[in-house]
Every structure is written in C-alpha cells, then in structure tokens.
C-alpha cells in the first residue's frame, strides 16, 4: 500500500479509537452496510449508459460516501474492492463544487437541458487553471469547451430551425469547382467527408442530429468524469490521493506518472503531465465513440464530423482552424500539360479520427496553450476570467457553414509546380 495511503489509515484508525472507542467485532457472517458498495462494477463510467454517477448503486451524498471510504480504509478493505465507492466520492464531490446536479445529469436530454451543464463544466475547468498554474489541461479544456459548446448549440439550431439542403448545395458547390478546374480525378481525390456532406445534406434528419448531439454531450460528460475526479482528488489532497486512485485500479502508473510530472515544478515535466492527460482525454475517454459518431448512417455520419473539423474556429490565441491545417491539396496536371497542385482551404483530414485529431492538437493547440501559459499569462488569465456564457456565445461557428463552402470555393487555387533544375 502507498506510503500516503498507508498514513491516512493509521490516522484514521487512531481517530476511530481515542475518539469513539473501538467498536465491537460484528458477529461472523453478519452483512454491514459497508459490504453492500464493495466489489461494484462501473457499470456507468461510460455516459451513455445511464444518467447518473457511475453505479446506481451507489449513492450521491457526498458525506455519505466519505464515511463509507473511511470505514473501508480504517477496516483494511482492498482499494480494489471499493473503487467504485472511491470514484463516486470525487465525482460527487468535483460535480458539487461546480454546481451540477450529477445524479440527474443525462447527456442524452439534449443540448438546451444540458446547457447550464456545459457552462458549469467548462467554468470548472478555468477556475482550476486559474487557481493552479500547473493545471493545463483544465484550462485549455475550458477554453476549447467554448468552440464546442458553440458547436452543439449551432447543430441543434440546424436540426430545429434551419434546413441543411443549404449545406448540401453548397458542398456540391465546391465539388463542381473542383470539378471544373482540374476533372473528374480531382473530385475522386477530395476528402471523403466534402462528399459525404454533399450526399447526405437533403438527407440529415433532426433525429440524426439529436442522435449525434447526444453522443458528443455523452464524450462531455465522459472526459468531465474521467478527469474531473483526478484533478479535484489533487487540489483537494494532493499526490496520495491519487495514488489510491492507482492502487485501486482506476487507472495505470502510466498516468501516475503523469500527475507526479504535473506536481513536479519543473516546467518541461509538467508539459509533459499535462500533455498525457490530453492524451488520456482523446484516446481513452473519447476516441471509441467519435468512430461511432463518423460511422453512422454511412455518409451522415462521416458529413457532419467533417463538419465540424471544416467549421471549428479554436479559442487558444495563435491557433490556426482546422480548414487551415493540412488543407486539401491536390496533385493535378494542367491544360498546358504541366504539372500543378489544386489548393482548398477545407481540411483534408476528419476531426473524429484519432490519429488525425491527435496531430492537430499537438501541433497547434498544446504548444500554443503552453506558450500562453508561460509567457502571456496576463492575457490568458483575462481570457479565462469573461462570463462562460459569453465565452460560449461567440463561438457560434456553424450557423455561416453554406457561406464558408461558397468562399472556399472561390478561394480554389490550381498553381505550377515548378521542376527542380
């Protein structure tokens, strides 16, 4: 057992003793109220399972559940044993001191009952930046949060109010141009995404949309449970806490490792920390379900998590979007019959596929958050300190989607390349 956790025992078995006597052994076979939150499986740490915590077992007062952990620690119970009880005491406790209401939290509700969710989260999140410069991952993620509350609030507007044939007309748009100014072979080579949103347009549904803002707000509450706990257990009580939380299998020395980095003060290993808890975010917490996501209904799917890459607009200073990055570049040859590129300023690579994402996050928006963090602090501290609401207000990128397509269609670009000499 760890040295933190092996102390916070003795402690509280000596308080057991001097200040209520010790109580008597329970008679053999007897049942206590302990045993019956022992031994649980997270049946719910994935979101779309159920509403809730993350067993419904389990229960949400926060008091409650710091007397079960105590008694199971003073008894000498296993950490395995009681993990859920463990993971339940900090995910209350996280949701608490943000405001949420964790027990009715239901990612599949929608986006207007679980705006003030995504508010609070994302608040959250700043307010841990704010308060612990080491924190990065909180911060960036309160500050993208707003690019992608933005975004949840525009595709449930697109589903309700406005008629996605728009879009649709506007990605054939771009096809057509492409179409003209290099063939049928330049078409074959766009991203699959361009099509599949010119295919799919007319065909999208409100209930697609609903579907896929489900299982975004479901990744929300996924990464806020997952990760939420760790950072609360260390501003709360520091390394040993989260060593319980590796000695009862929540999570791998790997990740351990990470937290110490992130504890260390060195600037370098906390990058590093911080850097392998994104990673736990994108790949652990998420990744699964973006493929969900990107496959459903074949090109709806595969249409709107283009989508959402062709329209993003980061709030990290300095970032490029990610139309800008890698944008489609295409090998063609020209009337004259030399060689040349067709350049579009639409990316040509899908925001819900790992390896893709994972390049743009480590490229653009970790080194640009770190620099923010070390060298324009002033600025960020300001950025972070506006009412979330309005963070979220003006990031309202998906309402202009026909207009962006159009003007990446008139921004198409067949250039030479010139031959080495």
Known sequence: MRIGMALRTAALTVAAAVGLGLAAAAPAGATTDLDRYLD?????????????????ELPYDAARLRDLLDQARREGVAPTRYAALLYQYWLVDATNKAGIDLKSWNPRAGVAANRDNLVKSYRFYENLQLAHRELRWAGMGGQVGADFGGGLIDFELLGNVYDLPGISEAARTVLGAVHQAAGPQAVAMLPKGLSALAEAGPNITPED????????????????????????????????????FED????????????????????????????????????????????????????????????????????????????????????????????????????????????????????????????????????????????YEAQMETHRPLLNIPQLLTSAAGELRVTPIERES
């Not at 649980?40 to 419904?56: E, H, K, T, Y």
């Not at 975004?216 to 319980?244: C, R, W």
């Not at 800008?324 to 060689?339: K, L, N, S, W």
């Open 209 to 244: 949309l609903n579907y896929i803002n489900g299982m975004i707000l479901v990744m929300q509450k996924n990464i806020f449970s997952d990760l939420m706990p760790m950072h609360d257990a260390y501003v709360t009580e520091g390394l040993s806490a989260l060593e319980e």
């Open 248 to 387: 009862a299998g929540l999570f791998g020395p790997d990740l351990m490792n990470a937290w110490r980095d992130v504890a260390s003060g060195d600037g370098d290993r906390i990058a590093e920390g911080n850097r392998a808890l994104l990673r736990r975010e994108q790949e652990w917490a998420v990744s699964a379900q973006w493929d969900q996501v990107r496959g459903y209904k074949g090109s709806v799917g595969e249409a709107i998590t283009y989508l959402s890459g062709a329209a993003g607009s980061p709030s990290v200073a300095g970032v490029v979007p990610p139309r800008e990055f890698h944008p489609v570049r295409i090998p063609v040859t020209m009337a004259d019959g030399r060689p040349g590129q067709l350049t579009l300023p639409l990316p040509d690579w899908n925001w819900s596929v790992l390896d893709s994402r994972w390049d743009y996050i480590t490229s653009e928006l970790l080194p640009k958050y770190n620099f923010q963090v070390e060298s324009n602090w002033p600025a960020l501290e300001s950025a972070m300190k506006v009412p």
């Open 40 to 56: 649980l499986p997270l049946v719910n740490r994935d979101a779309a399972s159920a509403p809730g915590g993350v067993n419904p």
